[in-house]
């Protein structure tokens, strides 16, 4: 347990220094940045192994399902075994959800999918913060609005990421999550409203200031700067992978838009993840609990309740497990 | 008069002198991030955050004043690099010097190379001392004489003046790197150099500035495949075909230009197996080489990675012939050090002119030395309490744990902001500078 509650530290930790990368002078530094992606790739193992099962679960449901065995290319013993506790077999993994949200099934591929990309994950992030918007919640959407404003206000001119992110996206653009890669397909099932895509806009950012270093993927051609943040949603190469997954439907009833929801969902819980970063951002460093309830207001649109918990790192481990998996 | 030739704990050192402002409020532009001797030790170069070159010059030695060698002036400022905007990219480019690599002298003139992010100048460095008088169209102050009132023809001649040391650029070697160049090395060929970046190095040649050879890639087709960069790297003392480079992973690569035009394959790798009983989430990280340097010699390199340096063998790939701990109580800190983004600091390390002693930095300004021969090490701080010129530096000790014994430092109490990352070594005296933050401390051995 105090593995991953220090799992998680460490990953709003490195969540934090890749946000703040994005602003600094002198763009975005490779080298660090792979670093920090390593530790959040470790952390990220190690939290997924750790055998904590019912411990927090939250949902209403209460029996976490559990998840489908881990594709043998996740390096199961990687990280975790240097701890002294040789991770267990991930159908014990911590799964805590079983709310019957639509992210669940995408919960299951998020694995393979970040361990496909994990780096690009990352990035994934910081696309999203970039682009994308939206949370579930009226609440959390303003709450994330305001620092973005101001952060955007703040870095005028193309100095910081923010600078370049078109101004009027923020308050007066609807919210929309489009992965980058714009692949989200229309039809995803509603945890965000989504009206007016703000992917329009992103073009027109041409060049943002501070990409993701670790991965510019589609343009990948000239390094820091190359292109923009052209990540498009990690769900975008494991796309085969949870086809496969479905055959073992790691919570009922989901099976059917699964594929279609996993997309949308992974861009879902990078936005989440998104609006966490407002908090790390708004709050002092290691704000933890703060973060997490900013960030719950996400996804639980069915949950007001948990906005304002009482044990927030418990309670937040759902979100946040689901978050996290989602790299 | 005899001068013990290595022995960092032979030699007894003792401050010299500090340069640099006294507050301790910190103007960024302040920061050293470079610190170089040229060949013959008698230049002290320093670049800062703020762009700027600042050289200091050894004063001769003084017969009367057989107590302590020269001391070490300011001879030259200038700015080297100014802050740019790529417009293309949306991206600032800051001007900090990275690095400065001295070249040999060959005339009256001195010349480095200095680096930013993304270009590297060749400056040229060079004393007036006379000026010519007597002009016969031009005043003294240069005004034009109207030719209608000149009567009489002259020579010109020189006449002595104050010493005026100009800097100029004579070369800029611009747009041949994407990403942040970390270092530059002059070849032994005195005709070339390389320059690296995250994921390339070039090879370029002094008197050519628009184009370079591309003779390291190892940027992936896809970046999402990226694992590691390319730290640093250095030429050879003497094979002006052979490299080194090092990466993040840990590893160094040794190159041999004569292979193929790009050397992407290595001749040697050098790669230390990991001990798995320190793994932890952060075992990448402090695994990363900040820094690497060929002995003079040429026959070891030595790198640094967070807790450590190593000492290789070129001919041994695959473990380094010694290892030293810089400050191994860190190990149990690394996660408020990642926090704190200290882990990320970049230490570099330097050999002595017998190679004989290397030096590198750490926390709370302290440095460290290690003598290779006698297996001791010791560690000094720089600080300004308490240090008159040729005051002996006391020995300094962090207690790791447990009891704290009188004149100790507990590590708890150790100032993080207070780094050592930038040191030299003179090439030939037992004489060191040593970059605080915004600070150039220089000792000497004790002279009796």
């Known amino acids: ?327 | 008069m005899a001068r013990r030739a290595g022995g960092g704990n032979d030699i007894q050192w003792c401050f010299s002198q500090v340069k640099g402002a006294v507050d301790d409020d910190v103007a960024e532009a302040d920061i050293i991030s470079t610190v170089e001797f040229n060949h013959s030790g008698e230049l002290l170069a320093t670049g800062d955050k703020g762009g700027r070159v600042v050289i200091f010059q050894q004063e001769q030695e003084n017969k009367i004043q057989s107590h302590s060698r020269g001391e070490y002036n300011v001879y030259s400022t200038f700015q080297s690099h100014e802050p740019e905007f790529d417009y293309l990219k949306s991206l600032e480019i800051e001007e900090k010097i990275n690095k400065i690599r001295w070249l040999p002298q060959k005339n009256a003139a001195q010349f480095l190379l200095s680096t930013n992010d993304k270009t590297i100048k060749l400056w040229k460095i060079s004393e007036r001392d006379k000026r010519p008088e007597g002009y016969n169209l031009k005043e003294e102050d240069g005004r034009y004489r109207d030719p209608t009132t000149v009567t009489t023809l002259r020579v010109p001649v020189f006449r002595p003046m104050d010493l005026m040391v100009e800097a100029s650029p004579r070369r800029i070697f611009a747009n041949a790197h994407t990403y942040h160049i970390n270092s530059i090395s002059i070849n032994s060929d005195y005709e070339t150099y390389l320059s690296a970046d995250d994921l390339r190095i070039n090879l370029w040649h002094l008197e050519i500035t628009d184009r370079s050879f591309n003779i390291v890639d190892i940027k992936p087709a896809n970046m999402e495949e990226l694992t590691e960069v390319i730290t640093a790297a250095e030429f050879h003392p003497n094979s002006c075909n052979t490299f080194v480079y090092s990466s993040s992973k840990g590893t160094i690569r040794l190159c041999d230009m004569r292979a193929s035009a790009l050397c992407d394959r290595h001749s040697k790798l050098f790669e230390e197996p990991e001990d798995p009983s320190n793994r932890s989430f952060f075992s990448e990280i402090i695994s990363s080489i900040s820094d690497v340097k060929f002995s003079h010699s040429g026959r070891y390199m030595m790198t640094r990675d967070y807790l450590s340096v190593k000492i290789w063998d070129l001919n041994m790939e695959n473990r380094p012939v010694e290892t030293y701990q810089v400050h191994e109580y860190l190990r149990s800190k690394l996660c408020s050090l990642y926090e704190n983004d200290c882990i990320f600091d970049k230490f570099e390390c330097c050999w002595n002119g017998s190679d004989s002693v290397v030096m590198t930095g750490s926390y709370n300004n302290f440095f460290r030395m290690f003598d290779r021969n006698t297996k001791r090490d010791i560690t000094l701080e720089a600080s300004r309490e308490n240090n008159k010129p040729r005051t002996v530096l006391k020995p300094r000790k962090v207690c790791a744990s447990g009891k704290r014994k009188k004149d100790e430092i507990s590590v708890d109490s150790l100032d993080f902001n207070k780094k050592i990352l930038h040191t030299a070594w003179h090439p030939k005296e037992n004489i060191i500078a040593v970059a605080t933050t915004n600070n150039l401390y220089i000792f000497q051995d004790k002279v009796n």
């Open chain 1, 1 to 327: 347990m105090e593995f991953k509650l220090e799992a998680h530290r460490i990953v709003s930790i490195s969540l934090g220094k890749i946000y703040n990368s994005r602003v600094q002078r002198g763009g975005i530094k490779l080298h660090k940045n792979l670093l920090v992606s390593l530790v959040l790739r470790s952390a990220r193992q190690v939290y997924l192994s750790d055998p904590c099962p019912g411990l927090y679960l939250a949902g209403p449901a209460g029996i976490p399902a559990p998840p489908p065995q881990q594709q043998p290319g996740e390096p199961a013993a990687g990280p975790p075994a240097g701890w002294g506790e040789p991770p267990p077999p991930a159908a014990r993994a911590s799964w805590p959800e079983t709310e019957p949200q639509p992210e669940r099934p995408s919960v299951s591929h998020a694995p393979r999918v970040g361990d496909e990309v994990p780096v690009t994950t990352v990035t994934g992030v910081g696309d999203v913060l970039q682009g994308g918007e939206a949370d579930a919640t009226e609440a959390a959407w303003s709450r994330v609005e305001r620092p973005r404003q101001a952060a955007a206000r703040e870095a005028e001119g193309p100095a910081g990421g923010w600078g370049v992110f078109p101004e009027g996206s923020l308050a007066a653009r609807r919210p929309c999550f489009c992965p980058l890669g714009g692949e989200d397909p229309p039809g995803t099932p509603a945890t965000t409203p989504r009206t007016a895509c703000c992917c329009a806009p992103r073009p027109a950012e041409d060049e943002p200031p501070a990409p993701p270093a670790v991965c510019p993927r589609k343009r990948g051609a000239a390094g820091v700067g190359g292109g923009p943040a052209g990540c498009p949603a990690p769900g975008s190469t494991p796309l085969k992978k949870p086809r496969r997954n479905l055959e073992q439907p790691p919570s009922g009833g989901e099976d059917d838009d699964a594929e279609e929801m996993e997309t949308g969902n992974v861009a879902n819980l990078i936005s989440i993840f998104g609006s966490s970063f407002s908090g790390l951002l708004r709050k002092s460093p290691g704000g933890g609990r703060e973060e997490e309830e900013g960030e719950e207001s996400g996804p639980e649109a069915a949950e007001p309740g948990q906005i304002c918990c009482d044990k927030p790192v418990l309670r937040d481990m759902n979100p946040w497990s689901t978050a996290i998996v989602a790299f």
